[in-house]
């Protein structure tokens, strides 16, 4: 019997990765989308981003259930999730994005690009002397695989760079701190402070009121992960009250973002839609490919996620 992957996914194009993976699978394993699936029963396989709930009770012979990306912590708090193997993207190009994206938020903020859009906006011709990249401090809270590529690249721009983890590690150019009690300090030391924390019970609203308060007045901060780790009220607070002099967000509590959600009209904030980094078919494909081979032979996954730890 011919073994099938499913796949579902609201903002991927099915197409492109049917055409990526099918060469990789062989004919051994059909490729259908999660509203064209013909045999239910033949499922072994789902290849997913945020699946409606009960998505999973269609397939009884569920083997392997594959995240559409390196953050897992939607995925693995569902109820309805089947004990199986989860594994989640590890891809260099998604690394290469994400990089590039926090540099360009970084650079928002360091180059005062905010000021200049409400000058713009004012039709106004307010120059300002822009700073040396040593002259500002940038704090990456989250050492991960993304986090860890994105301080580095950070670094390399010459900004002085520390970063936050829960533990120890050698980063060129990153000077790392770890611990709860290392974070006030660090907050209060940044100019632009950049969330790179994956999404756990530890780290949920882990950047509340009292984060906010211990940052240096006039700060930016940036957020890539995940929206739940932050306070988003307290967030709001901080912006309002000039304590922070803007935000470059992508993530959010609840996405989309609600039209009426005050982040959308609050001066310096720049908001996108969860797009700072996305996995890619064409550089992904022969990683969950290999997977799909591991599970039919048996042999041991890569990048298998710990339901303990959340990632």
Request: charged fraction near 25%; glycine fraction near 8%; hydrophobic fraction near 50%.
């Amino acid at each position: 019997m011919t073994d099938t992957l499913v796949f579902c996914s609201g903002p991927d194009p099915f197409d492109a990765w049917r055409d990526a993976l099918a060469p990789l699978v062989g004919d051994d394993v059909r490729i259908e989308d999660a509203e064209a699936v013909t045999d239910p029963a033949s499922v072994r396989f789902a290849l997913v981003w945020m699946p409606p709930e009960g998505f999973f009770e269609r397939f009884p012979n569920l083997e392997l259930v594959i995240n559409l990306g390196a953050g897992v912590d939607r995925l693995v708090a569902r109820d309805d999730l089947p004990d199986v193997p989860i594994t989640r993207l590890s891809d260099p190009e998604m690394g290469k994005m994400m990089a590039g994206f926090a540099l360009f938020a970084v650079l928002r903020h360091a180059r005062e690009i905010p000021h200049f859009e409400a000058a713009q906006a004012r039709r106004e011709w307010a120059y300002r002397h822009p700073r040396a990249a040593d002259e500002i401090t940038v704090a990456v809270l989250g050492l991960g695989e993304l986090g860890a590529l994105a301080a580095t690249e950070i670094a390399r721009q010459g900004f002085v760079t520390h970063g936050w983890a829960t533990r120890p590690k050698e980063l060129p150019g990153v000077t790392v701190h770890c611990g709860d009690d290392a974070l006030p300090e660090l907050l209060g030391r940044a100019d632009i402070v950049v969330c790179m924390l994956p999404l756990t019970p530890a780290t949920a609203e882990r950047l509340d009121a009292a984060a906010f308060a211990a940052m240096k007045p006039g700060a930016a901060f940036i957020n890539l992960s995940r929206g739940e780790v932050v306070d988003e009220a307290a967030l709001v607070a901080a912006l309002r009250d000039g304590h922070l002099s803007g935000a470059t967000l992508d993530v959010f509590a609840h996405e989309p973002l609600a039209s009426d959600h005050p982040l959308w009209t609050l001066p310096g904030v720049l908001i996108t839609p969860h797009l700072a980094s996305v996995a890619l078919p064409k550089s992904a494909a022969p990683q969950i490919a290999r997977n799909i081979r591991a599970v039919q032979r048996g042999e041991e996954l890569v990048n298998e996620v710990s339901r303990v730890r959340g990632y």
